[in-house]
């Protein structure tokens, strides 16, 4: 008898624990498409008004699908000098910004993943207070003017040329995912550090460098502050996304047309360009992601599992 109850309070708690996870995974998938819709909709909305009449975006007719589809928009916005220059000054901020930055990263990284680094611990604490103090931005207008730098390229590149964050990711990867009797191997072996870094350490480490690659790169190329302070009388060098700002915040002049000081002609144009441009804009990055998705699956697992 006493085994047939127990049987049954077993089957009992597995029917209650089955009942469980249901109602459980239930409100998982209502939560997770509730935040899938949230996320996707902004974009969807972008894309279609950028395809819209503009007169059905400015009245806000526009919800889903496009209306009254019309491609003006895209060929006035790749007809653009602005937005052309702005374009090729993204794509050269962005490339060169995470080529230094990338180089940067690797060398500090490597530097302080060593164990018979002098200091290693010192260094290493040096660099994460930075994450959590800084000395704000009029200091650092300060140091790039004092630098020179204001009004000259340099000084969208230079002052964020390393993420610290990025730096102790890449970090703890060397240390953690890379054995290091392979390292002591190729030093048996007569391989020197560069050697070891370049023909070892890289080599091994794709995923987590796809992952800062594209950390720096979204940073990049979606950065307009440090132009609008350092670049706001050099207009030919500024980047898209600062040129966009403008166009955003142009197109905001609902309050100047009730005085007539704007048409309604002018509106419906500024609207068309505004969505255009944002979706002009993300282009590079959609169309990047794909190749580099599995890495970066990969990558940003680095230290959920050990062992």
């Known amino acids: 008898m006493s085994n047939k109850s127990s049987k049954k309070r077993r089957t009992g708690s597995l029917m209650h624990a089955s009942l469980g996870d249901k109602v459980f995974d239930t409100v998982n998938v209502i939560l997770l498409s509730l935040l899938t819709l949230i996320t996707i909709y902004p974009l969807i909305f972008v894309l279609s008004a950028s395809l819209s009449d503009p007169l059905e975006v400015v009245t806000g007719r526009v919800y889903l699908l496009p209306r009254g589809l ?25 490339c060169l910004g995470v080529s230094l930055s990338m180089t940067l990263t690797i060398f500090a990284a490597f530097g302080l993943s060593r164990p018979n680094l002098i200091g290693r611990k010192f260094f290493t604490i040096i660099i994460t207070l930075t994450m959590f103090f800084s000395g704000g931005l009029v200091p650092l207008y300060l140091v790039v003017r004092s630098l020179g730098l204001i009004g000259k390229f340099w000084s969208i590149i230079l002052p964020s040329a390393m993420s610290a964050y990025n730096m102790l990711i890449m970090r703890s990867y060397f240390m953690t995912s890379i054995p290091y009797s392979l390292q002591e ?7 020197t550090p560069w050697k070891m870094l370049i023909k070892i350490m890289l080599p091994l480490s794709k995923p987590v460098l796809a992952v800062i690659a594209l950390f720096y790169g979204v940073a990049r190329w979606n950065s307009y502050f440090s132009a609008m302070l350092y670049l706001s009388s050099q207009k030919e060098l ?7 700002r403008e166009i955003v915040i142009q197109s905001t002049t609902t309050e100047m047309m009730e ?29 990047a992601y794909p190749f580099i998705q599995k890495y970066f699956v990969k990558g940003v697992m680095i230290g959920a599992i050990k062992g």
């Open 70 to 94: 019309n491609i003006d928009a895209y060929k006035s916005v790749l007809g653009n000098a602005t937005i052309g220059r702005g374009y090729r000054n993204s794509i050269f901020y962005t």
């Open 185 to 191: 191997a190729s030093i048996i072996d007569g391989c």
């Open 238 to 244: 500024w980047p898209l996304q600062l040129i966009i």
């Open 259 to 287: 005085v007539g000081l704007v048409s309604l002609e002018q509106i419906m144009a500024k609207e068309a360009l505004k969505y255009t441009s944002i979706i002009v804009a993300s282009l590079p990055l959609l169309i």
